[in-house]
């Protein structure tokens, strides 16, 4: 049972939930599912995530499916998403995913924070409620979440709690929180693990400026890992060629809401779940849609094959 | 088991959840507050809304909780609140509740609905998910919630709907949607139960605008149940009289998340309630603030014996 | 030429615009009404504010507006609202005014602003652009402007520039607010004038901790006047005494966005404007709502009788 | 002087606001601004909106800038943005600059518009208060307005005023609403010109979803030209070539409220104005910032030599 900590680094994918096409949780894509990100290089999972149709969940599917991945992952850490309207349902699963081996959790602030003041208050609560010794991921999301947390007020939640460990950073633009946190850090502030989200879309900007990896689901995390390799190989104009050549695709695989869709879709037609289908209410890639990433996944095959 | 529909008139207090001062359920102040509400002239009660600390729970706290209550209700009717961010915790709760004798549940709609079509879309997916023959309340609560209904989708909604045969009305400005959905029902379209909530501060017009009584959870119950009488009765001077002696008390329990510790304080003083403890994270009611509110519970027992 | 500090005490009414029912500023309204505001004890006036349809006239009809009020108030301090999406415009606003001789301008954060950071930085930016001599009102009303100040964002504000010298506070819940500033300054932070909004409604509890008055648009003046009278006599229950008597009303005149229209059909009632009318687009006072006020009017007369 | 209408194509280019470094407008680069655009290709441009700092101008400023490129545009089209809280300003603005010779108004919505009815009143108001003769854009941008526009609300707005002849799409997700717009005027409903905005990074999508062409500030107008013309002719490949090529540097441009810090920095550089200076207040470009956009220049440099 391995857990995160402040200098984890590397990909960890957040993970789809495969469903049929009758809403029932897909159990044979699990396995073939978790296997397919390690093959591709994967350190970690995140699941039950925003990306993972948590919401769409009951408790008992959701550790179930927690159970079956943490098993089917064999010691290398899964990150669970535990975000949730009130702190005993964050208890509550924390506790079971935990007792499970899980690596750690995931919160992101509900979005009824206003002020510093009340999300510094907020996850020392969570803290408070879910014990020191496990170790958090503070999810900062702000266009899904409506809630903006400064720098500075993220460098006062990391004082106060050397459990949370870790930042999934997805601010837009974010760039310059990434340097505000390193900066602070060679100031003596502890370190703190930077993966980064935002479907990998500036991942190696977010590198060069700090990062120690992504956490984002992308269907194609091979592109991720090897990126990552380029750039702390300080070999970026490598890295941002293979970027380019993925570009195309995560740009529209990160739109909000269709961005599930588009995954699944790709997911699907890699062979790695046996379905696209999301849980109802999930929209629809349309006919046109469907070909809109096909056109992209063959220029992506091909301008793969140029720069091989 | 007496279930909610499209005529239910009268009173139904949102009821508070009471803990001990740590933090847990206090069971046994829960059949004495069941007691008091119906003693003081409630027609049901709603349980496990914004104002019961639902998202405080765990699910299977709030199981217990609905459980005994209904229990001792003695088939008297409980709306049990069961809005939460997924579809699969609003099925599953349902089920449960109303396996256990529930008269229906109440759904406000997530925050992140924007358009009329949207919330129209929305509520057909709650309805088809736990089905069409459980009867549902339509929390209208934009303060709260952040999404605005219009007079015209809420009609839509009910049109599509004839399972959804109450709304909880707490628009405010709310007076002309009340007016808008009782012409509507002039010209044609089916009847719907209107109970108001807002802790009651406009209780009055809203009977004269054709509501058919009071879901909220002002800590003098029986002022609601006498004002719903003389409403009635048409008599709208002495309803005036009576709302305006408790009005001053109404208005400083209505103050957004303040206003539950000053219930939970009200009911305490009041014997309801063993303890005014919230579970945590909740506001606490400063010093002062209960000065105040002892201030304005003295001038009303002086301004009833007044107008008595 | 008065000018607002930090010790101003005293009631500042927010003034209506008046219009005719084609559109056009009610030019001959404009003195009467200043007179009316004065007459029944006002200190001060604050002018193109929300509530005065600011945003519904032109600069030109602004200033001409601003003009004609200062010079008809002979003396008495006139604030004006400046707020504005652009700093340019903020400043070019109050230039204009402060040389026509108001007392000061009023600005509220714009909707865009999260972090408390953001927040101070914004005031700044205000202060550099008006310039520091110019005194100013920081407006906190979170429910129409979306942005939550705490109250040490507040206080640093406060403490970074001087010629921010009072808050018109209309947060809400609010009162604790107020106490947390005044123990600040116990404690060594200057003083800054504090003046309430929200329609008066909770006018004698914000004396008592510590506030210097109103600065709201109640058509009735008068009360606000005594309430600040009795209140600073520590006569508190004469005080409560009176603002119940006006309570109901003032309830139904907070309505948001309807509560202008009660504003001016009482003010057109009462003779103290020509015309209830608001310039396009302006929600209309309905037949029923009319007679709502009408009997709550009444009922305040006969009240206001009994308690004399 | 040449108007839009329903049937314009092409690149309205969003044109920036030059400024020297201590904030005055910068009247000398704005006529070498002006012809670089349209020596680029750009068929019009559309001036004073959110990039063109408009909010940071007075309106006697924002005039003298309408004028100068009215003159200097020479009779091709420019559309002026006079997005405002309030009607009037509205009106003011554009008597003055369709008075100058301007093409058409530009109108986003304001962020407190909820229910589809009061996004459709909106319009009305707008309509009624600036005259049915002039050409307006509905400007559609959720993430900066907070306004969801629906396609069938969208639809009731153009049926309602044929004077709303255009649409500046920048709704993300936003592919589906063109479809859903172009196959409503299949049916029947007219015809509106559909430009599209977002830096243009859905551009070659947008085009074979039935756009007319594009209306985005990004600093290269030339790639919007080129592409426009290769969709026109059904060469999509070739189009998309072009777009790869530029569309790291485009999603670094997108960044909200960063993007105009680098569109004007990339200006700077191409030597089209003199300074990347914004007024105050306007988020300045880091020095790690401006090494990452003169990197990826540097790339897109390299690789259009490789692939033209």
């Keep these: 049972m391995s857990r995160i900590n402040a200098n984890t680094k590397g990909v960890f994918v957040i993970a789809a939930t495969p469903f049929t096409p009758d809403g029932k949780i897909d159990h044979n894509s699990l396995d073939g599912m978790v296997d397919f990100y390690f093959d591709k290089g994967a350190d970690g999972l995140t699941i039950l995530g925003m990306m993972g149709e948590a919401p769409k969940l009951t408790q008992s599917e959701s550790l179930a499916i927690a159970k079956q991945i943490i098993k089917r992952a064999a010691g290398k850490p899964i990150v669970v998403g535990v975000s949730a309207p009130g702190l005993a349902a964050i208890g509550e699963l924390t506790k079971a995913v935990m007792d499970e081996g899980a690596a750690g959790v995931m919160v992101a602030p509900p979005g009824n924070l206003k002020t510093n003041e009340q999300i510094i208050t907020y996850y020392a609560n969570v803290v408070k409620t879910i014990g020191e010794d496990v170790p958090v991921v503070l999810q900062d999301f702000p266009l899904a979440t409506g809630v903006s947390i400064s720098s500075a007020t993220m460098g006062t939640i990391f004082e106060n709690h050397p459990s949370i460990v870790m930042l999934k950073h997805e601010d837009w633009p974010g760039l310059q929180k990434i340097s505000d946190l390193r900066d602070a850090e060679k100031k003596g502030r502890r370190r703190v693990s930077i993966l980064c989200g935002n479907a990998g879309v500036f991942l190696p900007e977010e590198m060069r400026r700090g990062a120690d990896g992504a956490m984002t689901g992308f269907a194609y995390p091979e592109m991720m890992v090897e990126i990552c390799r380029l750039c702390n190989a300080d070999q970026y104009d490598k890295a ?69």
Excluded at 284 to 301: G, N
């Design 240 to 308: 941002h060629d293979l970027f380019d050549a993925y570009l195309p695709l995560m740009r529209y695989e990160q739109q909000p809401a269709l961005g599930l869709a588009v995954r699944k879709f790709i997911l699907a037609r890699r062979g790695v779940i046996a379905h696209a289908s999301q849980r109802q209410p999930g929209a629809d890639l349309s006919p046109t849609a469907q070909q809109e990433v096909i056109f992209l996944m063959t220029r992506l095959e091909k301008r793969m094959a140029e720069i091989s």
